[in-house]
């Protein structure tokens, strides 16, 4: 479910990151990961390992919205996200951002990055399918598109981009099967799926806006970022929610899960595969997020499938592409 930023902005309009997090930066400073990706595993093996975790992320939440509040999971989902970060940041003995303006900053996207899609998309899937979510993540690189049309001057549309964005929405009437006037789909649900997809896109310009340029490494600004996230959806969670009656095993370990796994150390792992492969393939892992979502849903959740839902989810995703798709430099005389 989006990417952190470097130092710099990068001139490609609204990324299709493919972590749902951050978009604190469009690429890593190669320094912080060389290591990593000079003596880890092969960048295919970590590719696959994101593409599963983010896959699954959308399982775990089902899962735990069955024993937790929704704004209690997306609180236990940036809380551990949080600690798996700052724990790299202490072996790495890297300090965390400074300054009121940057953590001004930080708190407007990890509301708009973290706070509110998290708790979206939880709320959703109380009566939607995991897997429908899954595809409802996948949009956000639509909402992007259009969104740049108006709020990133420099990020000039194109025919391609164009009929991506066409492409894209009716691959998502699709999935929601207009031609049966949405029947079988709970509209409130998938409204808030979508509505937490557009969230990203908004962080995305917001943060590109206000903290390109900003010193610290990805890891640091990420872990502030959900910390900083942590204490709104503490006092969300404090006003608007009971505590919880019991810790069921498995929405428990779910929750552990998609904060420690999904929310910290695959973002710590996306770092490297930008800096050893580059941010364009390292970004396709958006496009396996929501096939293993839906196949983690029907498979494991029992989650019912019809045909218009792989069918629309390709066509989303083939739309989601072509509005990514740049023009090629004019090669040299």
């Not at 995703?317 to 430099?329: D, E, M």
Request: proline share 8%; aromatic share 10%; net charge positive.
């Amino acid at each position: 479910m989006s990417a952190p930023a470097p130092s710099r902005p990068a001139r490609s309009g609204p990324s299709s990151t493919p972590s749902p997090v951050t978009a604190t930066v469009t690429a890593p400073a190669s320094g912080t990961t060389a290591a990593t990706a000079a003596g880890g595993l092969d960048w295919r093996l970590r590719f696959a390992f994101l593409s599963v975790v983010w896959g699954f992320s959308f399982l775990l939440v089902k899962v735990g919205t069955e024993a937790f509040a929704p704004f209690q999971v997306a609180f236990g989902r940036v809380l551990f996200g949080a600690l798996a970060l700052l724990a790299v940041l202490l072996v790495r003995r890297e300090p965390l951002p400074r300054g009121a303006r940057t953590w001004g900053h930080l708190t407007v996207a990890a509301l708009l990055l973290n706070t509110a899609p998290f708790s979206l998309f939880a709320y959703a899937e109380l009566s939607i399918p995991s897997g429908l979510a899954g595809i409802c993540n996948a949009t956000s690189p639509l909402w992007g598109m259009a969104l740049s049309l108006v709020a990133l001057s420099e990020d000039r549309p194109t025919r391609r981009r164009f009929a991506g964005l066409g492409l894209g929405f009716l691959g998502v009437l699709t999935v929601l099967g207009a031609w049966q006037g949405f029947a079988g789909i709970d509209a409130k649900g998938t409204a808030l799926a979508l509505l937490a997809s557009l969230c990203y896109p908004i962080g995305w310009i917001y943060v590109r806006r206000t903290l390109a340029g900003t010193p610290g490494s990805p890891v640091a600004l990420t872990g502030a970022q959900l910390m900083v996230s942590t204490v709104q959806l503490a006092a969300v969670s404090v006003l608007f929610t009971s505590a919880p009656t019991g810790f069921p095993l498995w929405p428990t370990l779910s929750v552990i899960a998609l904060g420690a796994l999904g929310t910290g150390m695959a973002l710590q792992m996306q770092y490297g595969l930008v800096t050893e492969v580059g941010p364009t393939t390292a970004q396709m892992v958006t496009y396996f997020i929501p096939v293993i979502a839906t196949t983690a849903g029907v498979l494991i959740l029992g989650e019912q499938l019809y045909w218009n839902t792989p069918v629309g989810a390709v066509v989303v995703l083939a739309g989601a592409a072509l509005t990514q798709a740049r023009p090629r430099a004019p090669r040299p005389a």
